[in-house]
């Protein structure tokens, strides 16, 4: 069973508000992701990290920012949330030594920007 | 670029029946492949996967096989089950990044 967190589970909020989407990790993985699932169940990557002080844009741009100042934590962040920004967002991790680099997923955020 | 394209949903099937899930991939180099299942309510878990031309991924009575020759990795189960209703993604490990390129998802739905 995977040890990853993500909180809240759901988030309800108005327009122009700042949130923080919270993302734990106890396996001790170096790389961790953040994913995007729109209605129609498709995933789109925006932000991956491959370790400490490492954030990198993903292939769907997205006005969020992520930070990862310690191995276990990857919080993202959106400064003026919008409804355009409703979606479920997945945060993921993995090992940077694994041959097969599996994912592990949590169980995901599900925003609505009102 | 690379890209995965899987058969479009909803599937509905009675219980016991044969699942085939059709998935087929663009790729630079030889990828990892991989199908992730996403239960209502929960983020994606591993079904199963292939590293190579050939190998056979297993799992929970379901498997799939690393068609190089056809670039594809289609999800099978011989008797499918009510709780195996789910949305069943195909993934891809680029060679270069690392990164798991997705299928758009496929929706399972198995009646009684």
């Known amino acids: 069973e995977a040890d990853i967190y993500q909180t809240p589970r759901y988030l309800v909020i108005g327009t122009g508000k700042k949130i923080t989407l919270e993302c734990s990790q106890t396996m001790g993985h170096d790389k961790m992701y953040w994913y995007q699932q729109d209605p129609g169940m498709e995933l789109h990557l925006i932000h991956y990290s491959y370790g400490v002080n490492s954030t990198e844009k993903g292939d769907l741009s997205s006005e969020s920012t992520v930070s990862r100042i310690r191995t276990e934590h990857f919080p993202l962040t959106l400064e003026s949330a919008r409804p355009s920004h409703t979606s479920q967002y997945l945060c993921?991790?993995?090992?940077?030594?694994?041959?097969?680099?599996?994912?592990?997923f949590g169980p995901g955020t599900r925003l609505t920007v009102l | 670029g690379n890209s995965v394209t899987q058969m479009e949903g909803p599937v509905t099937l009675s219980e016991e029946a044969f699942l085939t899930i059709n998935c087929t991939y663009t790729?630079?180099?030889?990828?990892?492949l991989f199908w992730y299942v996403q239960y209502p309510g929960e983020g994606l878990q591993l079904l199963l996967k292939?590293?190579?031309?050939?190998d056979k991924g297993s799992n929970k009575g379901f498997e799939a096989t690393y068609r190089k020759e056809t670039t594809s990795f289609h999800l099978e189960k011989g008797s499918v089950q009510v709780s195996d209703s789910a949305v069943y993604f195909c993934?891809?490990?680029?060679?270069?990044?690392?990164?798991?390129?997705f299928g758009q998802g496929t929706t399972l739905q198995v009646k009684p």
């Open positions: 790729a630079t180099g030889y990828p990892s």
């Open positions: 292939a590293t190579k031309a050939d």
């Open positions: 993934a891809l490990r680029e060679v270069n990044t690392g990164k798991l390129i």
């Open positions: 993921a991790s993995s090992d940077l030594s694994g041959s097969y680099n599996e994912q592990f």
